[in-house]
């Protein structure tokens, strides 16, 4: 096995028993960077001195037998989340020069840790999309098959994981933006309850609905970065003063018994491919035949949840980024000879196409006259859905689905089209509006050689028993284990 194929919980043994160094396995992990990035274009920006010099202090910490399990671990960090002194564009031309003065909380805490930071990865512009072709800068490809998207929006993150130039990745989700390209790219990502990570030094897209979460190799390894990230922040008001507990110690608890419901109104859906129905279906029989008690359950609002998050989510994105009026920081527009003209120029040239689609949208639907008609009806409809999931586990612990209508698609294949691509999120928004906690864990492949992803959602707090229902699932799969060519 090459260092950088290691999972974290494997590097991080070794590490602590002194036979590797982080410098050793950092510069591994480097390598292999600049061997694939032709490839995969999974970075934005690398940070091949920084992550060195981080390496040489882990491994004066480890020397001392002072290590954590991140502690020499090399990360990547999806570009929307505050690195002091390290570009953080959001893959934006608005913000491509940006500079954060300070540290996001989860990135204090993972340096706490004495994690080594390799580089900020690709996404689309502001989390905006299900297939980073929305990045001003690059395009990332499918470490699985370099001709389709890795998903989206955290798709350099899952394309960095999946091809090993990093042990495990932050992404964030809105609306599905790490579930989604960990399915598609054959890895585990977690989308934790609204409030159990901070989101201080996220950049904000649709702030009630913004969470940043772990993509990572398997789910031991989730859970180790869950168990770094987590926790209130007194900088973040939305943040929950919930303890923390180890989320690997619910690993290996018991599943027998455990109830999953299966929410019809998912498997019945309209646009489900009959491949990815097929993979979702044997992963609930292996989940019986492990003990697990499988009940019919509905979420009756599920049609309902596209067009509520897609009036919910532009209108918080178009508050939130007014700030980039081209005053305080970010990208200006010099040639403009009145103020008016200054903030329409460097807006129309900041932004790409569908942040502003996405921009007009929300303004429209927040102005006086719409406002009750627009985001006023789906707040009421957000409400419905969060019903829905309130009853539903009365009946059940968990709920079992599919993270997307379809495997990953061609690059180029919608990007015509954003009602299809708005579609796609058909499975993972509904979490977002209730603010429950979901992941993905790989259950198969299509016959095209596709990953194809398993969702897992329960009610709030509840990540420990997704995580050990991912988990068992694990042991007795070997999905996980499988790896892309390059
Ligand atoms: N694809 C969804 C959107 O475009 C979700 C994005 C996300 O979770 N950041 O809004």
Redesign the pocket.
């Known amino acids: 096995m090459k260092l950088y194929e290691l999972t974290i919980s494997h590097a991080a043994a070794l590490l602590g028993r002194q036979e590797l160094t982080s410098q050793e396995l950092t510069l591994a992990v480097l390598e292999r960077i600049h061997a694939v990035e032709d490839r995969v274009g999974a970075f934005i920006t690398l940070n091949d001195e920084l992550a060195m010099a981080q390496a040489e202090i882990a491994d004066k910490t480890l020397s001392e037998g002072k290590g954590t399990a991140l502690t020499g671990i090399p990360l990547a960090i999806k570009d929307l989340i505050c690195t002091q002194g390290v570009r953080t564009t959001c893959a934006s031309r608005i913000l491509e020069n940006f500079i954060p003065p300070y540290d996001a909380t989860v990135i204090k805490k993972l340096k706490a840790t004495g994690a080594v930071l390799v580089g900020k990865v690709n996404?689309?512009e502001?989390?905006?999309?299900?297939s980073t072709e929305?990045s001003a800068f690059k395009i990332t490809h499918n470490p699985w098959d370099l001709s389709r998207i890795p998903g989206?929006?955290?798709g350099g993150s899952a394309a960095a994981v999946a091809a090993d130039m990093c042990l495990g990745s932050l992404g964030?989700?809105?609306?599905?933006?790490?579930r989604?390209p960990a399915s598609h790219c054959g890895v585990v990502g977690m989308?934790p309850t609204y409030g159990r990570v901070s989101r201080f030094g996220l950049v904000a897209?649709?702030s009630s609905?913004?969470q940043i979460g772990p993509i990572a190799k398997d789910t031991r390894d989730c859970a180790l970065l869950m168990n770094a990230i987590s926790g209130y922040d007194p900088q973040d008001s939305t943040s929950v003063p919930e303890p923390v507990p180890d989320y690997t110690g619910f690993l290996n608890g018991d599943i027998k018994g455990l109830v999953a419901g299966i929410p019809r109104e998912y498997h019945a859906s309209k646009g489900l491919d009959p491949e990815v129905a097929q993979a979702v279906n044997r992963a609930i029989q292996t989940l019986q035949d492990l003990g697990v008690r499988c009940v019919d359950v509905s979420l009756p609002h599920t049609e309902y949840a596209v067009a509520a998050?897609?009036v919910i989510?532009?209108c918080e994105?178009s508050s939130n980024l007014a700030r980039y009026d081209g005053v305080k920081y970010g990208f200006r527009d010099k040639t403009a000879g009145t103020l008016m003209e200054m903030y329409r120029n460097t807006r129309s040239k900041g932004f790409g196409s569908?942040v502003q689609r996405?921009i007009i949208l929300g303004t429209y639907s927040l102005s006086a006259g719409y406002y009750d008609a627009y985001y006023g009806k789906a707040s009421q409809v957000r409400t419905l859905i969060m019903d829905d999931f309130t009853k539903a586990f009365q009946q059940c612990d968990i709920l079992i689905s599919p993270v997307a209508p379809t495997p990953a698609f061609a690059i180029g294949d919608n990007t015509d089209d954003p009602l299809t691509?708005?579609l796609?999120?058909v499975f993972?928004?509904s979490a977002?509006l209730a603010g429950i906690p979901g992941m993905s864990v790989p259950c198969g492949f299509s016959t095209k050689g596709l990953p194809i992803g398993l969702q897992l959602m329960g009610p709030h707090f509840s990540e420990g028993n997704l995580l050990k229902t991912a988990y068992h699932f694990e042991q007795t799969t070997d999905f996980h284990k499988k790896k892309a060519i390059l």
């Open positions: 996404m689309d502001f989390a905006m999309g299900s929305n989206g929006s955290s964030s989700d809105t609306g599905g933006s790490i989604q989308k897209f649709a609905l913004d998050y897609y989510a532009p994105a569908e996405r691509m708005y796609s999120d993972t928004l977002n």
